[in-house]
């Protein structure tokens, strides 16, 4: 399958399944804030097979696929599945057991930590395609990678549901290759 293509009914393409699937919520989590709610996209068996399919042709050669708490691990599991590897769970802050390996960062109305395993996982010298929903700000998905690449491992791709222009992520990424699916 070339990049973009889904095993979607004919004539759905993912970014049209996105579309007419998500929920936008005004003003959560706070005032002014443009929600978009990928959880009826999820819950929908076209929908998640688009998402699962285009991000797969993305992460396509992939050693191991990364998602990001929560939604992440959603599409990151499926992609892993789709693809035969295993899938590295990124979580918040406080989740996980020691020992972590923890990188803090800015959101757009706050800071944040994201952990992952300090034992057990072997990510030296592996390629790796982090997964997440939304790219906004890309404050995430930048500690994300920089997690990743202390560990050894090298980030070759960010990969996302749907990217919203105008609040800088791609370029805080660059110059890592991003693939988004939709944008807004």
């Known amino acids: 399958m070339g990049p973009g293509a889904v095993n979607a009914a004919a004539g759905d393409s993912a970014a049209d399944l996105i579309t007419s699937l998500i929920r936008q919520v005004p003003d959560f989590p706070e005032a ?28 396509a050669g992939a050693d191991l696929i990364a998602g990001i708490d929560a939604r992440g691990f959603l599409i990151g599991g499926a992609v892993a599945a789709r693809l035969g590897t295993g899938v590295l769970a990124i979580r918040k ?25 300090a034992d057990g996982i072997e990510l030296a010298g592996r390629s790796v395609v982090v997964v997440d929903d939304v790219l906004a700000t890309g404050g995430t998905l930048a500690a994300a990678r920089r997690l990743i690449e202390q560990a050894g491992a090298a980030v070759t791709t960010a990969a996302v549901v749907i990217e919203l222009t105008g609040l800088g992520g791609r370029d805080r990424l660059a110059p890592l290759p991003v693939h988004s699916l939709l944008v807004l």
């Open 32 to 59: 002014g804030i443009q929600f978009k709610d990928l959880t009826p996209l999820f819950a929908d068996p076209r929908g998640l097979a688009a998402v699962t399919d285009a991000l797969a042709d993305v992460a």
């Open 93 to 117: 802050g406080g989740k996980l057991p020691p020992p972590v390996r923890t990188e803090q960062y800015k959101l757009e109305y706050g800071t944040a930590a994201l952990e992952i395993p």
